[in-house]
């Protein structure tokens, strides 16, 4: 069986870099925004559009003209939400089928509880995922043209988003987003060394 | 600065274990039923009635014959309570002061905050520290002289234990036992090798 590791995390705490390192650590796959462009080609709405969904719960109302395409429904909004959930679950079993691999949040360790991955969560301070997502430029406003957003602005987008996530999360698992026991293993990047903490977690799979 | 890891654990999950290994893997000085041992001599209170207030919150009633023989008090309960917490908080930054050290429980995480200690909480689902708690042998009734709990017991019991630290941890801290934004790493002992584990955690301080 490949060897899976999935990673849920809070937004800006430097999940998806973990993930790289630690797939490059253990020269296996990386997944992440590839599970968006897979989903957007197979169903032909646009990868922005694709993004919002899973970063929503389904039933939230998003305006339909922002896909690139219509795709067959009745319920519009409702069958979006649920023909990318589907795309997602299959994409995500193809590629856990296809090689090792590390799979950046979309409930992956949900969808792959029969095949035991080693889930990971990862987490940090307010104070050092608003620094983070300044590092990355994740605080350009989003409606105002790219303003940079004031501290307290950032830490309501992150707010927002981890609500969001644990909402999508709940909506399709039935499981609480960032409850313990539904990891393995629980890490606080707020002062640690990531690629040094990447390195002793590939230890575990020697 | 001596490097000190603090191991907050949930009964039955194996914390105790991953810690002597990790202190060995570190060369590092292990402390864990030795600084009970430490506060009952210099309290003069038996090692059996300090462990017991260090599962509990000091403001809980125990009989005060337990002790071996009697500590100076108005509020004699209350007052030993006290005692026995400014006794381990000299301990332990003693402790902490000498050497490397791997510390289990009692608060140490928040006693030597400004040490910044790297902070683990162990933990696993119910089924698996049940099975832990026979294989040591602390499946014994405690008021029927040794005989075997039932599942069912041992269940009721591992909730209490976890249910008493909680609240002392609670109560001498101020923060919430278990909660992720405390620890630096929380680990689900369930399904892993604790000692491929440590050997993991320990690269973490090369």
Known sequence: MNRIITIGREF????RELGRRL??????????REIVAEIAK??????????????HRPIVA????????????LNPVWDQGQA???????????????????????????ILRDEKPFRIFVYADMESRVAR????????GRLEGGETMTDKELRRRIAEVDKNRAKY??????????????????????????????????????
Not at 12 to 15: C, F, P, V, Y
Not at 42 to 54: D, G
Not at 62 to 73: C, D, E, L, Q, T
Not at 84 to 110: L, N, P, T
């Open 12 to 15: 800006g705490s430097g999940g």
């Open 23 to 32: 797939a490059e650590a253990l020269k296996a796959a990386y997944y992440d």
């Open 42 to 55: 197979r169903t032909s709405l646009s990868e922005e559009y694709v993004h919002q969904i899973v970063e």
């Open 62 to 73: 998003f305006p339909i003209h922002v896909g690139r395409s219509f795709y067959p429904m």
């Open 84 to 110: 990318v959930y589907q795309e997602q679950h299959s994409i995500i079993r193809e590629m856990a089928g296809k090689s090792d691999c590390v799979i950046v949040g979309r409930c992956a360790d949900y």
């Open 133 to 140: 997502c300044r590092e990355r430029g994740e605080d350009a």
């Open 169 to 206: 999360y709940e909506f399709y698992t039935g499981q609480a987003w960032g409850e313990r026991l539904n990891y393995d293993l629980c890490l606080n990047t707020t002062s640690v060394d990531l690629g040094k903490t990447a390195a002793a977690i590939a230890r575990l799979f020697e």
